[in-house]
């Protein structure tokens, strides 16, 4: 089984940044990372896509965090990062990463923990 591992969250005020990070461990032997994404949930409210990142590295962003956050990966460390700035109070909420593993031919989409952002006014 593959567990994808998340860092970085916290509490932040607003115009502060931080950074996310997103590890794939376990039995990641043989596997072919495809589509990397991070997607948040705030309280009352249904979980979003925040970016998304393909395996070849184009990257695609919701409208409310464009220009201010940036999706990137290391694929030899099986690793994605969300940098965040400009951050609002607005984009408090848990974070997910989420990534779609080929496997033996098999596509099977993994989410992580969530790790908690929170952004003071």
């Known amino acids: 089984q593959v567990q994808l591992v998340e860092y970085g969250g916290g509490l932040v005020q607003a115009g502060g940044s931080l950074r996310l990070s997103c590890a794939a461990s376990g039995s990641t032997w043989g596997i072919y990372v495809m589509g990397l994404a991070w997607y948040r949930q705030a309280p009352g409210k249904q979980r979003e896509l925040v970016a998304a990142?393909?395996?070849?590295?184009?990257?695609s962003y919701a409208d409310s965090v464009k220009g201010r956050f940036t999706i990137s990966r290391d694929n030899a460390k099986i690793t994605v990062y969300l940098q965040m700035n400009s951050l609002k109070p607005e984009d408090t909420a848990v974070y997910y990463c989420?990534?779609?593993?080929?496997?033996?031919?098999?596509?099977?989409?993994?989410w992580g923990q969530g790790t908690q952002v929170t952004v003071s006014s």
């Open positions: 990142i393909t395996s070849g590295g184009t990257t």
């Open positions: 989420n990534a779609n593993i080929l496997r033996v031919g098999v596509r099977d989409a993994y």
